[in-house]
């Protein structure tokens, strides 16, 4: 997410800086007509002033590109840049409560957005897309293989996550701890024979607490302690740690506050 995030930045300064550049040029090819014409002179015989624009552009785009570089992949090292790989999860027909025969594709690195006004179907298509409801008709596939069963269960078996948009109904537990609710995640690699490896998962949990700044007193303070921003940083973190090959998310932003979505 933080490549992504970075590689969206990177393409919107490149834009804006591109804008800058039309801009400059237009503005240096009116200048020159203004004066021009306000002398009776040729257009040809102030190219000077054209070509000075031309020189300013170029020296603007040199240091634009310069800062794009340092706050990209000279700034952060250890980021990779990704690029869209195989499909990884797909739709065919799929179809159920308020919406029908919907084919998606999602390839691997990807982020696919729905939108459209509230109640025209896309809960409930991310809800059957993530085995949560049922479906009418149709597949869901993930890395070429249909998902066999119904169950929330099989759907998440196949690699699929889901985080929901209300987290107190379907997310959190909110009496248990952090760091029982991020153990929730990766309990089946750390537990052995119905006991759980409370060290491995207290650092594990640790871990998730410091990649994605989440704000608490502590790993055993009661998450219904944490504010919702940090609440849903909880859940995500969750989900993470399942290491799921397709994360699919409603409405991630609802009842956050602000200071907690940086």
């Known amino acids: 997410?933080?490549?992504?995030?970075?590689a969206l930045g990177l393409t919107i300064g490149s834009a804006l800086t591109l804008l800058v550049a039309i801009g400059l040029l237009i503005g240096a090819r009116w200048l020159a007509l203004r004066f021009a014409g306000s002398i009776g002179?040729?257009?040809?015989?102030?190219?000077?002033?054209?070509?000075?624009?031309g020189l300013v552009v170029l020296v603007l785009l040199m240091v634009a590109a310069g800062v794009l570089y340092w706050i990209g992949p000279a700034g952060h090292r250890d980021w990779q840049w990704i690029s869209p790989g195989a499909v990884l999860f797909e739709t065919r027909g799929l179809s159920g409560r308020g919406f029908d025969r919907i084919d998606l594709a999602a390839r691997a690195g990807e982020i696919v957005g729905?939108?459209?006004?509230?109640?025209?179907?896309?809960?409930?298509?991310?809800?059957?897309?993530?085995?949560i409801d049922p479906r009418s008709g149709g597949a869901v596939i993930v890395r070429g293989k249909s998902v066999s069963g119904d169950s929330p269960g099989a759907f998440r078996k196949a690699g699929i996550g889901f985080v929901s948009d209300d987290r107190h109904k379907e997310g959190v537990f909110l009496n248990l701890t952090v760091r029982e609710n991020l153990g929730l995640g990766f309990l089946r690699s750390i537990a052995r024979f119905g006991i759980v490896d409370r060290v491995a998962e207290a650092k594990?949990?640790?871990?998730?607490v410091d990649a994605?700044?989440?704000r608490t007193p502590s790993l055993?303070?009661?998450?219904?302690?944490?504010?919702?921003?940090?609440?849903?940083?909880?859940?995500?973190?969750?989900e993470f740690a399942a290491e799921p090959q397709v994360l699919?998310?409603?409405?991630?932003t609802k009842g956050v506050d602000i200071g907690a979505r940086s």
């Open 1 to 6: 997410w933080r490549q992504n995030a970075t």
């Open 41 to 53: 002179a040729s257009e040809a015989a102030y190219w000077p002033l054209q070509l000075l624009g």
């Open 114 to 131: 729905l939108a459209g006004i509230e109640g025209e179907g896309q809960r409930e298509f991310i809800r059957a897309a993530a085995g």
């Open 204 to 208: 594990t949990s640790a871990d998730i």
């Open 212 to 214: 994605l700044r989440i």
């Open 220 to 238: 055993e303070a009661d998450l219904s302690q944490l504010s919702g921003g940090n609440q849903q940083k909880t859940l995500f973190g969750r």
């Open 248 to 252: 699919l998310v409603d409405e991630p």
